[in-house]
């Protein structure tokens, strides 16, 4: 009897891991059956490079959900940092020591998210809501709500966003190799497991003496990182800075991260689940472009298409 | 009332729980129901209250079967249920938790306050406790929240009470309070179903005893004919020597000095040393603050008043993790709450204090880890088909094992255990015992809070008593009795 | 830069019809709606095939819309870009497939665009300005609101109207409200409380000054009210004498013009760098025509 | 030392009581020292006027905080639901009979809403968050983008949003009706009472033979509701239903609701605590404009804001 369950709940624990994954295969399909173009080499690459932002995000996303949280400041966090990356940038620093830079003030926004919520003791919702204002005022108040544009004509700033190597965007590089050492920091490292603990049962996490207060300033820092990561490549592709980047991309990140199979209460979830998530919503934006649909009826598709990809999961898991 | 469950079977999933069990209870009588954890007891009350509905048997209430879709009918019918679990709300205040569901509201539909109040102000002084009815149920200890869900099922006017392990969180003296209670319902013929893993209280308070055994019934009987070795016996399905083995104490060094510790308007001016090799038991009523004392100690509260020596050594714990670097374990009241995390598997639980001793590299090494998981599984005998189930999915006891296990894993030289076998079997509760043996005979300290008197005496080598938040005496393993204990833990003296 | 050949689509799109795809910053705004409508009438007129997409107002959007686009085999693209800076990639990356770009309403900075079709804004801007200086006076006090920032219509209206304002009116109050309504309605809400002797607002559009007259009307002050676009809402506000005039685009003869110029990119005609498209000031004594 | 303890405790839980309301004090001190004419009768008609759109929603989402959940949907559902009430009275249907029956549709919307959270076990957050995108969605393609004029000039449904009664703004006269209303509910029976047991403990609330998924149908249904009522609100104020009304109005409300001392993790929480905290936005957007502040340096200061009460309102817990 007791091999029957483990055997049973095995398999419940593999198709929960492959739901989000069949869900994208099954997207792919009708997609392609509709319009053969979806699946041409270019469209699949800029599927890539389309999805790259997204998925940055919510990498680092997964990782405070994880704990427990939820991280609303990720849109602003990454225009205010590209809007900075962009003025070293017109004050002529070089390009990638600009985007270096940027990305460590974006970490260092998302430490101030973590502060507010360690030491702080705020509810992540509202502390992040907060700094999702404050940071989208302080990317106006500095840029004057004006883009910020001439950025020079550096080659490797433009590979950034717009390139190729081997003959794969280099944003889609970018979000692959981001996975590979995500992936071994959630899942091979005390960090990785650690994080886990606290959405688990912080309480526990606490008494089992890890430094509870430390572990969520880095994640946070490490979703401020990521979410800067990709304001520069949207820097990039964009040949400017929009004070008016990223609204809602916390939607859509936190969308991709709860598809992937990662529940909201934390402690449970994987980062490849994550990425697939990010898969099905570039290939749903893309798949609904290519077979004409409007726009507005998207929005539609896409709602639904969340609620149906949740309640099958729920389903499975029950 | 009169009660009869044939032939009941559950399973959840694939997992038989109940299979086939039989249990009579008559009217006015008071019906132990014991078993080791996980036997199933509390799911056979939940069938009978409609929280889970059964596969398979009957029920007979009073000659007719009968099955309640949910507790609210159970109730409506006259039976109430105690839970295991303490469903208070801790936001609502004492008034708003007793009537949760039950507001009498006027013909406008609006809640009417003043005559909840009287109500309650009647059951309580019933019960002689005298809680605040403003107060916050979160404010409240965890006696006065299980006092408060006593007197929530006696003012249904039940006639039939389930009581599912109502005195794991009570000290003797709030026990005493609810035997008389119990006592006085049922010379007005209200049967109780008791549920406990005290065995004192069991020949103390019942008639009749139902033992349960892996989802069965193994007999009813009558409270007289039966004995302490009896009943474990059913319960285990073995023989089981003495309840608390034999200790050959040999203190070595003090591990552990506190002197002048406190923390404003908790607990004051506390003193003790622990040396290694030794256990110090550590009693009080409920709230007196012994489990705020061990917080502090451990770093969980913050700032403190007074000082702390590990080793001879005065340091300041901060925060829990530089008390586990300083060697100290704690093995909290709450397993479920602060204990586990029940959705990581056993492995991840008890390597989770011990992460830093397999990483090398950054990189945990799996190979390490297991094998140093799979050792403590091994030498505290957990009972698991494998390190990756799921702490949820264990019982108690194995729960506890689990835990105790994980503050092995640090090589500790103090471990704190706050109500190390609340809610665990007797069988376990043995096994944990032998295991704190063990850890003395290795030379670790250990400090033992309890509120279950028998098992301060019978594994203490010094008991402290602890008396409103500070310390009102300490006694030898030879001095300490029964009398002395409660003496002091109500404010009395006792010479010596 | 440059997609790999092996993924470059056959450009072989010579067979079938000929397809314009048209990309507009958003659609929340009858301006765009009618604008893409003039496209897809002018399309069909040519016996042409018209994708649209719709950016949201979202630069980022836009720039994978654009892609999307590309991919379905436009032989021509019209772009009414969210950002005339950010847009300039997209260009780029049509431009290197040698897929010919129009720009309508806004323009791109960078990158190849054989023509942008569009109002000529800054003289829009100037009419208002005039228009307010003939009905309050010089020097009066009036308040701007602004339409999305970076966008070259709101540049080029705001210029304009300053090129007036900055000698002959005093300009107290500059705000954007991002071409919406409801903004529109807030922003002049704080704007009447700040400022309580404002004589007239210049709106960069109608929704705008539509939501502007609402908060005007609530606060029981009488201040006049210039929009930008000629939207069927103004029209009949100015018609019941709520609006006091709007600068009227033509965003039907906008898309015609730019499709019309698309095709003639196509059969190698030569176009002009830029396609003006005519202005009017309407007012409550023209409104009828 | 007990005594002592619970002395020291309920003046805690007074000051906590409190605390939104002396904030909004200082608040109001701070911007009529600096701009006097805030005090001016008109313009504190004008703060309530311009409140009252939050306030209704915020209500509604006080009701579903309290149950531990949220409703990120009640910007959509009010543009939603002023869509139809706008095509009802376009086509000809009396003004008011239109509002009442949007505000049943925002209604129903909620319930929608509701049914994912109990019966399709997802969490809130999730199907709001979907149906965010779907009622959004659905606006526009009921709209074609386009607002919805031509509304008639009924007198009762001008009087609706721009109108007085007895010299007080109406919308501000149906905010604190409606809170009166909703006061009663919340605090008076036994659907209150509900509604906090739910949120406080949601297990011991099913135990209790508490009909959960009931009492959270009814509260989203209630959220879309007030959202619908506040949409009838700006209809008439702008004489016109926007396809984008509302958008990020969730936040706002949000904001009200923590602000006014409610804890996101439910249970905990006092309706007239929200209504402060609507009024503590209100004061500080309309009291920023007073002072000129910048709109951008306002987001900085709002998030500021935020953050400073929140933290002042733990310390206090503390
Ligand atoms: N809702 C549930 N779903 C799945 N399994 C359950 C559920 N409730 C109980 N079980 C399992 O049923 C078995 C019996 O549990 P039950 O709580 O009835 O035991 P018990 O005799 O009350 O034990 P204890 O003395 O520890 O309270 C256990 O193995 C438990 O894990
Ligand atoms: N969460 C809490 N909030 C407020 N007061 C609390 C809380 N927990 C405990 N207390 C109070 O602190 C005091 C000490 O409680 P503590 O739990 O340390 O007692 P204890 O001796 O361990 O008893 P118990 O048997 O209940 O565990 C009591 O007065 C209790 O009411
Ligand atoms: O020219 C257009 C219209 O004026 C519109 O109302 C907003 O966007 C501008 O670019
Ligand atoms: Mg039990
Ligand atoms: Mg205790």
Redesign the pocket.
């Known amino acids: 009897m007791d091999s029957a369950i483990k055997g049973a709940k095995q398999v419940g624990n593999i198709t929960q891991k492959l739901g989000p994954f069949v869900g994208l295969l099954a997207l792919i399909i009708v997609v392609s059956i509709f319009n053969s173009s979806f699946l041409d080499p270019l469209n699949l690459l800029n599927l890539f490079r389309q999805v790259a932002i997204n998925a940055l995000i919510a990498y680092g996303m997964t990782f405070v959900i994880l704990t427990g949280g939820i991280d609303l400041s990720v849109g602003s966090v990454l225009a205010l940092s590209s809007a900075l990356m962009a003025g070293m940038m017109v004050s002529g620093l070089d390009p990638i020591l600009s985007i270096i830079i940027g990305c460590l003030l974006g970490a260092v926004m998302g430490a101030v998210n973590g502060l507010l919520v360690t030491k702080g003791k705020m509810a992540p919702f509202i502390a992040t809501l907060a700094t999702m204002t404050m940071f989208r005022g302080l990317t106006l108040v500095y840029t004057d709500g004006n883009p910020i544009t001439g950025l020079g004509d550096s080659y490797a700033f433009q590979l950034f966003g717009r390139g190729y190597f081997l003959g794969i965007p280099v944003p889609a590089i970018t979000m692959f190799l981001a996975f590979a050492v995500l992936w071994v920091i959630l899942h091979k490292t005390p960090f990785g497991r650690k994080t886990y603990a606290i959405g688990g049962n912080e309480k526990a996490a606490l008494i089992s003496g890890i430094n509870v207060s430390r572990v969520k300033v880095m994640v946070y820092s490490l979703a401020g990182l990521l979410s800067a990561l990709a304001g520069a490549i949207l820097v990039s592709r964009l040949d400017s800075a929009q004070p008016t980047a990223g609204e809602a991309y916390e939607l859509d990140a936190i969308a991709a991260v709860v598809l992937g199979g990662t529940s909201l209460s934390g402690g449970r979830g994987l980062i490849v689940g994550t990425l697939i998530g990010a898969l099905i919503i570039g290939t749903l934006n893309n798949g609904l472009n290519l077979l004409g649909v409007s726009s507005f009826f998207q929005m539609v598709v896409k709602g639904v298409v969340i609620i149906i990809a949740v309640l099958i999961d729920r389903k499975k898991a029950a | 009332m009169k009660i009869s469950m044939e032939n009941i079977h559950k399973a959840f999933g694939t997992n038989k729980v109940l299979e086939g069990v039989d249990m009579e209870i008559e009217s006015g009588e008071v019906h132990a129901l014991m078993g080791e954890n996980g036997a199933g007891k509390s799911t056979l009350m939940k069938i009978l209250t409609g929280l889970h509905q059964k596969d398979e048997g009957t029920v007979m209430i009073d000659g007719e079967a009968r099955t309640f879709a949910n507790p609210k009918e159970a109730e409506e019918f006259g039976i109430a249920f105690i839970h295991q679990e303490l469903n208070v709300w801790p936001d609502l205040t004492v008034l708003e938790n007793l009537f949760i569901n039950k507001e009498p509201v006027t013909k406008f539909g609006l809640i009417q306050t003043k005559k909840m109040k009287a109500i309650a102000n009647e059951q309580f002084e019933k019960l002689a406790v005298s809680i605040p009815l403003h107060k916050e149920a979160g404010q409240c200890s965890v006696g006065e929240q299980q006092m408060i869900e006593i007197a929530k099922a006696l003012m249904t006017d039940a006639k039939v009470i389930i009581m599912d392990e109502p005195s794991a969180a009570l000290t003797d003296r709030e026990i005493e309070k609810l035997f008389d209670v119990i006592r006085s319902l049922k010379k007005q013929g209200v049967s109780i179903v008791y549920i406990s893993h005290r065995m004192e209280e069991i020949f103390t308070i019942c008639d009749r005893i139902t033992v349960m055994r892996d989802g069965q019934t193994v007999d009813t009987t009558p409270i007289p004919e039966t004995s302490f070795d009896d009943v474990v016996r059913k319960m285990v399905g073995r023989e089981l020597t003495d309840r608390f083995p034999e200790r050959t104490p040999e203190p070595g060094e003090s591990v552990l000095e506190v002197k002048g510790l406190g923390r404003k308007g908790v607990f004051r001016d506390v003193h003790f040393t622990a040396r290694a090799g030794e256990i110090v038991g550590v009693a009080g009523l409920m709230g007196a603050g ?2 705020e004392i061990m917080r502090t100690l451990f770093g969980l509260d913050g700032k403190y008043e007074g000082e702390i020596f590990v080793n001879g050594q005065k340091v300041d714990v901060k925060n829990p993790s530089q008390a586990v670097k300083l060697g100290l374990g704690f093995i909290t ?1 709450d397993r479920k709450g602060e204990g586990l995390v029940l959705d990581f598997p056993i492995k991840d639980n008890i390597a989770l204090p011990s992460l830093r001793s397999f990483t090398k590299n950054s990189l945990i090494q799996e190979k390490e880890e297991q094998e140093f998981v799979d050792m403590l599984i091994k030498r505290l005998t957990v009972k698991t088909e494998s390190s990756k189930t799921e702490a949820k999915n264990l019982s108690g006891g194995n729960q506890q094992k689990v835990v105790i296990a994980k503050w092995i894993g640090i090589g500790p030289k103090v471990l704190i255990l ?2 190390p076998t609340r809610g665990v079997d007797v069988g376990a509760k043995r096994e944990i015992y032998q295991l704190m043996n063990e850890l003395t005979d290795r030379g670790v300290a250990i400090i033992m ?1 309890s509120s279950e008197l028998p098992e301060v005496l019978g594994m203490s080598d010094r008991v402290l008593v602890v008396h409103e938040g500070t310390i009102a005496g300490e006694l030898n393993r030879d001095e300490a009795d029964q009398e002395k204990i409660m003496t002091l833990a109500t404010g009395g003296q006792v010479n010596g | 830069l440059q997609p790999p050949e092996w993924a470059k689509p056959s450009s072989g799109n010579g067979e079938g019809d000929v397809k314009v795809g048209l990309s507009v910053s958003t659609l929340n705004n009858p301006f765009f709606v009618s604008m893409k409508e003039g496209v897809e009438q002018e399309a069909k007129a040519q016996g042409m095939e018209a994708v649209v997409v719709d950016a949201q107002n979202d630069a980022a959007k836009q720039v994978n819309d654009v892609e999307d686009l590309i991919q379905q085999g436009v032989d021509v693209l019209l772009i009414n870009p969210t950002d005339s800076a950010a847009i300039s990639t997209a260009v780029q990356s049509a431009n290197s497939l040698g897929i010919p770009v129009i720009t309508l309403d806004r323009s791109a900075e960078k990158g190849d665009v054989e023509t942008l079709v569009s109002s000529d804004n800054e003289k829009g801007g100037e009419m208002a300005g005039k228009y307010i200086v003939e009905q309050v006076g010089e020097g009066a006090k009036v308040a701007e609101l602004e339409g999305v920032p970076g966008a070259s219509a709101t540049r080029e209206r705001g210029a304009g109207f300053h090129n007036i304002a900055d000698e002959q009116l005093d300009v107290v109050a500059k705000q954007t409200a991002n071409f919406d309504r409801t903004e529109g309605l807030n922003t002049m809400e704080n704007m009447l409380q700040g400022n309580p002797d404002i004589e007239a607002v210049f709106a960069h559009n109608d929704e705008m000054a539509l939501g502007a007259y609402q908060a005007i009307q609530s606060s029981g002050r009488d201040i006049l009210v210039v929009g930008f676009d000629g939207n069927d809402d103004a029209m009949s506000s100015i018609k019941s004498g709520n609006l006091s005039a709007t600068v009227a685009q033509q965003p039907i003869e906008i898309g015609k013009l730019a499709v019309q110029a698309g095709q003639d990119v196509l059969d190698g005609e030569e176009v002009e760098e830029t396609i003006p498209v005519p202005l009017k000031l309407v007012t409550e004594e023209n409104v009828e025509e």
């Open positions: 012994r489990t009241e706050d109500e809070v």
